[in-house]
């Protein structure tokens, strides 16, 4: 009770996503757009994923914002990106 999630603290495998995530973040940080799509299972690693490429990006002083959707969501396309775009992580 009350200790913080566990978690491995080193990502496994994983080198072919998290470098075409990282080429993405690179052309972004250049100016050119792009869109990347990480889907899979419950369980199977997107949010870890998704937090090293977010650590690429801020290292490289790329801005990153944050969204999230849920059930109710279902049903408006690119919900997640519109909150994004007006819940900014970096204020
Ligand atoms: N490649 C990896 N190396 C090390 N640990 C990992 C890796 N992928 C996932 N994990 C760990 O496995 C657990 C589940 O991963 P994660 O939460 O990223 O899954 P998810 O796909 O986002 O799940 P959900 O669909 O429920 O959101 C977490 O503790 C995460 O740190
Ligand atoms: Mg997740």
New binding site residues.
């Given amino acids: 009770m009350g200790e913080a ?4 603290p ?5 080198e072919a996503p998290l470098a075409a995530l990282r080429e993405l973040i690179d052309a972004a940080g250049a100016g050119r757009q792009g869109l990347a799509v990480v889907a ?12 090293e490429a977010r650590r690429h990006a801020e290292a490289r002083g790329v801005r990153v914002l944050e969204g999230r959707c849920f059930d109710t969501d279902a049903g408006t396309p690119y919900v997640c990106a519109a909150h994004a775009g007006s819940v900014g992580s970096d204020g």
């Fill in positions: 999630p566990r978690s491995c080193v990502l496994i495998g994983r899979g299972e419950a369980g199977i690693g997107k949010s870890r994923l998704a937090r």
